[in-house]
T-cell receptor, first 114, second 114 residues
């Protein structure tokens, strides 16, 4: 079975600072993708970043980047220059080719302090 | 449409009633997914449709839950004889294909069973 673990239920950061959200996962499959989704109070789940397991290079999207450690099965999200609009629940998710569903972590609630 | 749409946004029903939740995926997306988000269980996969293939119903929690997808587009999730434990946010997502991985979510339907 595949599992995703987010060990930080809540995190807070000062505006303009950098914060890192942790995620570990477990799978015996070799062909998979990892995602970070953001869910603001509006409830809409928004894709933040995606990483293919076969790629060694860490994905980057503007202020968002990941640290993908395949051997350690770790997939952390770094948010640089935090903005008030980054406040949300962040979910780490695993997609296994062939299983056709996302497996989510429990989420981390991120608060941005002005 | 530009994104995944879901209706209604909120639904309040009485225990024992049937409810129907609707999802309209992104145009051209062949894969459609339903997830449930509840306080106790986090985000759970319910059901997956890919084109005209038989759906993967492995996540449906009981036989009170069913879903259909007409014409490879709009999907309806039906919950019969609702129970209080069915109260949750029901999220729909779509993707270009089942192997693509990236799923785009709708705003969800918040179901409250009194």
């Amino acid at each position: 079975a595949q599992t995703v673990t987010q060990s930080q239920p809540e995190m807070s950061v000062q505006e303009a600072e950098t914060v890192t959200l942790s995620c570990t996962y477990d799978t015996s499959e070799s062909d998979y993708y990892l995602f970070w989704y953001k869910q603001p109070p509006s409830r809409q789940m928004i894709l933040v970043i995606r990483q293919e397991a076969y790629k060694q290079q860490n994905a980057t999207e503007n202020r968002f980047s990941v640290n993908f450690q395949k051997a350690a099965k770790s997939f952390s999200l770094k948010i640089s220059d935090s903005q008030l609009g980054d406040a949300a629940m962040y979910f780490c998710a695993l997609f296994i080719q062939g299983a056709q569903k996302l497996v989510f972590g429990q989420g981390t609630r991120l608060t941005i302090n002005p | 449409g530009a994104g995944v749409s879901q209706s209604p946004s909120n639904k309040v029903t009485e225990k024992g009633k049937d409810v129907e939740l609707r999802c309209d995926p992104i145009s051209g997306h062949t894969a459609l997914y339903w997830y449930r988000q509840s306080l106790g269980q986090g985000l759970e996969f319910l059901i997956y449709f890919q084109g005209n293939s038989a759906p993967d119903k492995s996540g449906l929690p009981s036989d009170r839950f069913s879903a259909e997808r007409t014409g490879g587009s709009v999907s309806t999730l039906t919950i019969q004889r609702t129970q209080q434990e069915d109260s949750a946010v029901y999220l729909c997502a779509s993707s270009l294909g089942s192997s693509i991985g990236t799923q785009y979510f709708g705003p969800g339907t918040r179901l409250t069973v009194l």
